[in-house]
């Protein structure tokens, strides 16, 4: 008795899992960072409110880049490229059942006849 496989998964969708779920919890370490920037000592010796000062003076902007809205932005971006990545493999895969179904039904339709022919020719 052969067992059949629940789930098709393809190497390059554990990639793509992998890549934008490095990505989203790249996100997540940022918007905690940011948390404890505001959070932890004074502003004015907090290393982690400096490297904000400092990475908005990189960019060119007055003020602040605040890790917590960064990592906000980061996460649901690579949220959204990991639903795309499950509406593809998805429909991939359903695509590729359907096939096989159609196969099959065209060898049982094809076979049947065969049989039936064989049957009869012997009568």
């Excluded at 008795?1 to 370490?29: D, N, P, R, T």
């Excluded at 918007?31 to 502003?43: Q, S, T």
């Excluded at 906000?72 to 593809?88: D, E, K």
């Amino acid at each position: 008795m052969e067992k059949k496989q629940k789930h098709i998964i393809y190497k390059s969708e554990i990639v793509w899992y992998s890549i934008f779920g490095a990505i989203w919890l790249l996100g997540l370490i940022l918007g905690i960072l940011g948390i404890c920037a505001f959070n932890i000592g004074k502003l004015s010796t907090n290393p982690l409110y400096q490297a904000q000062k400092d990475l908005a003076t990189f960019f060119g902007v007055d003020g602040i880049v605040d890790f917590r809205l960064v990592g906000t932005i980061i996460m649901l971006v690579a949220m959204v490229f990991l639903l795309i990545v499950i509406y593809v493999y998805s429909t991939k895969v359903n695509e590729k059942i359907a096939a096989e179904r159609r196969a099959e039904e065209r060898r049982r339709i094809l076979f049947g006849e065969l049989s039936e022919e064989k049957t009869s020719e012997k009568k």
